[in-house]
């Protein structure tokens, strides 16, 4: 059997995939959190196989965005190469049936089985809510059951309910009768719904007040800005100063495997691949993990809280002055974890030049990959200092890092409203905010772990493979016998670097870095590893120094500045770009993005470098 | 009854029985009586606007409050409609008429 699941945003159809396949999808407390379908099965308690299938949640069927449109396409079987559901499970927040049961009432036209789940059942008892089940299931029509979707056995009647529909199997008779509904046939459905609801559900009037009592802070038009800013700040803050212990247990951890190998291996290639290529390079880019998990931690709490569409409210006006809409404050912010995600998000913005600027700019918005490049130079150049007694000064130079991208991407989304995309009035801003819940510890650990994987998998694959050929490079050819030189100015790595780096010269770039700025085209850390095995190699086959240290002492300020501001912009990550294309189905705006990354990377580098060495930071 | 008074000690004097919700301060209470399309200045067709606040819940008798506004031009505002709070700009918000 084919199951759709269909329904309204932040209704738990995502929390319900999951409990039904035991799936780990991205779960979280906003409207517009699945963007893609996603497929999975489980077998019923009677042995049955069932298909289900996870879709973005959507007011109506008449799909305005493209995440909408997903699930119009998929529930109409207008997808191309998919199966169409024989079965259409309607979910629903069963504190807000209104919406939902409006939304069923549309769903009969396409003369698809149906069934409702009343999910989020616990909040609604929670709040005195009662619903005479049969009553609905009658007056609908249609199947009925409740569901707490992220509790053990919450999903019990539902697994029921689908051994009842997968045993009837009666092949799919009625019509497709479904077009969109215009505003008066709408209003009449509503009317319906509400008339059902009236008969069936007593709905006591006892509001969250938690959520109210919350809200009346952080939506005070003052009071909500500052918490705002707050939470922005010891977000960008906690990067830097509470991974700290963390990151030096594992970079000590790591320099005495590196003498480990030196130890115990004879000299020669193997010592070398293996001390300077792997746990140099490699072991230089997990050292980051620690600060990876506290972003990503961060946004994950804010997501599950249910403050991402409270900060999309705040900002919507502000942002309206750059040109950009406030559904775009969410997708900016996951880009803080990974641009992309935060690409893949925008497809809640039905605005095709409100979607278009959003995933232009995403890149600009500070990605964990960018963690490793800007903490190797501020703990090598910055000095360790207290600044006011309160704020931490390499803390203060990663916050400035943040808000440079932050102040550019709302720059070039200001440059695009006035040059480029100009023919637009402001598309409406239509938000439902969610009451806020207590983060799950459970879904909270869930989205580290598979962040974590994720980025040790990279660490393992891409990087891995990008610090091999490093190595290679860099090591071969070897020195003719007696060169006095260092091994490296030999190789392969310092002909390539040394034919880049005129290029690179005017911004104080030497050629290691433009050795480490080829294969960082691949992903933005590789550009660490890259300099830990080229410094490593270059270094001789003494015990490791650690990279940080060997900066210090190669590189001038003004080359170690120029190098931060080349990354705010730097466009270096192959699946950003992909992903651009993908979504935007255009090679024109990925070359746009990468070319005017590119270009102010350059041009940013170029004034830091300069301005630095005018001010004698060379 | 006593509800009727609180809102009328709420309100500014002066406000008319009918306005539009675009129009209203925040800590408004009221009902919705129609939906006005053509009165929003709003980027979308008439019949678009309409459905979309259909969709969210903005229909004839639903009560609506205004909870919360924005810094700037106290904009957007945060409307609870019935049991739901959904964020949305004034100019769309000129589009429902209260009272
Ligand atoms: N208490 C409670 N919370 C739930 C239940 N089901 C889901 N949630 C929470 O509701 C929020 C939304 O859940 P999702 O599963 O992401 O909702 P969705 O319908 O997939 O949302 P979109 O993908 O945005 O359409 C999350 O914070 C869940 O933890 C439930 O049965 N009880
Ligand atoms: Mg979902």
Redesign the interface.
């Known amino acids: 059997m084919h199951m759709a699941l269909v329904g309204t945003p932040n209704s738990g159809k995502t929390s319900l995939f999951n409990a039904l396949t035991g799936s780990k999808q991205k779960v979280a407390n906003y409207p517009g959190v699945t963007v893609e379908r996603k497929e999975g099965f489980f077998v019923t308690p009677n042995g049955r196989q069932v298909s289900v299938v996870d879709l973005p949640g959507t ?2 069927l ?1 799909g ?1 965005s493209p995440d909408e449109e997903i699930t119009r396409d998929f529930v109409l079987g207008r997808a191309k190469g998919e199966v169409t559901p024989d079965f259409v499970l309607c979910v629903a927040d069963s ?2 049936l ?2 939902t049961i ?1 939304l069923l009432l549309e769903l009969k036209a396409t003369g698809r089985p149906l069934g409702l789940v009343l999910n989020m059942f616990d909040i609604a008892k929670r709040r005195g809510v009662t619903v005479d089940v049969p009553k609905l299931s009658a007056s609908l029509g249609v199947p009925v059951v409740t569901s707490i979707a992220v509790r053990k056995g919450g999903t019990a009647e539902l697994l029921r309910l689908t051994d009842e529909i997968a045993a009837q199997a009666q092949p799919q008779t009625k019509q497709n009768q479904w077009r969109p ?3 008066s046939e ?2 009449a459905t ?2 319906e719904a ?1 008339r059902i609801i009236a008969a069936c559900v007593s ?1 006591p009037a006892r ?1 969250d007040t938690w ?2 009592k919350i ?1 009346a802070v952080v ?4 009071a ?2 500052v918490v705002l800013l707050a939470i922005l700040f010891v977000m960008f803050q906690a990067v830097f100063a509470w991974a700290q212990p963390l990151m030096e247990a594992l970079s000590s951890a790591f320099d005495s495997l590196g003498q480990f190998v030196h130890d115990t291996l004879p000299a020669g290639l193997l010592q070398s691949f293996l001390q300077n290529g792997v746990i140099s390079g490699v072991g230089s880019v997990i050292v980051f993990l620690p600060q990876i998990i506290i972003i990503f931690l961060v946004i994950l709490l804010l997501e599950d809280f249910g403050y991402m ?1 409270r900060a ?3 900002m ?3 942002m309206g ?1 750059a040109g950009l809409h ?1 559904r775009a404050f969410i997708p900016l912010l996951s880009s803080f974890a990974c641009a992309i995600p935060g690409i893949m998000a925008t497809r809640v913005i039905d605005n095709r030049r409100d979607r278009l600027t959003t995933i232009l700019i995403a890149p600009l918005m500070t990605c964990s990959a960018r963690i490793p490049v800007y903490t190797l130079i501020i703990s090598a150049f910055i000095p360790e200092k207290e600044v006011g007694g309160l704020f931490n000064l390499r803390g203060l130079v990663m916050f400035g890092l943040y808000a440079a991208g932050i102040l550019s991407a709302l720059g070039v989304s200001f440059v695009i409203k006035f040059f480029m995309l100009r023919d637009y ?9 969610p009451d806020y819940k207590l983060p799950r510890l459970n879904s909270i650990a869930i989205g580290i772990y598979t962040r974590a994987k994720m980025f040790l998998q990279r660490a393992g694959t891409t990087i891995f493979a990008m610090m091999v050929l490093i190595w290679f490079l860099a090591s071969f050819p070897q020195p003719p016998a007696g060169a006095a030189d260092p091994a490296i100015n030999y190789s392969l790595a310092a002909i390539i670097g040394k034919a880049v780096a005129p290029l690179l010269a005017p911004v104080g770039f030497n050629w290691q870095i433009a050795v480490a700025l080829i294969p960082g085209m691949a992903a933005r850390e590789v550009a660490v590893a890259a300099l830990g095995t080229v410094y490593a190699i270059e270094g001789g086959k003494e015990a490791a120094e650690q990279i940080g240290q060997v900066l210090a002492t190669k590189w001038s300020l003004a080359t170690a500045l120029s190098l931060l501001a080349w990354y705010i912009f730097a466009p270096q990550c192959a699946s950003t770009l992909a992903v651009i294309k993908r979504e935007t189905g255009s090679w024109k705006w990925m070359a746009l993005t990468f070319a005017y990354m590119l270009a102010l990377a350059y041009a940013a580098s170029l004034a830091t470098y300069n301005v630095a060495m005018a001010l004698g930071a060379g | 009854m006593t509800e009727l008074h609180d809102i009328a000690q709420q309100l500014p004097s002066g406000l008319p029985s009918e306005l539009p919700l675009g129009l209203a301060p925040r800590g408004y209470v009221g009902t919705i009586h129609r939906l006005a399309a053509g009165e929003a200045a709003s980027a979308l067709p008439h019949d678009e606007l309409e459905s979309r606040l259909i969709e969210l819940g903005f229909v004839e008798g639903a009560r609506v409050e205004i909870l919360h506004e924005g810094i700037l031009g106290r904009d957007p505002i945060a409307v609870r409609v019935d049991n739901v709070t959904i964020a949305i700009r004034r100019r769309e918000a000129m589009a429902i008429i209260v009272g």
């Not at chain 1, 939506?219 to 003052?222: A, Y």
């Open positions: 007011y109506s008449r305005r504190t807000n209104r919406l409006r509904l215009s505003a709408l209003r509503q009317r509400d709905l509001p959520s109210a809200d939506l005070h038009p003052v909500g800005l569409a999309a409210f705040l919507d006006r502000i002055g406030g009035q402001p598309a409406p801003f239509m938000l439902e905010l």
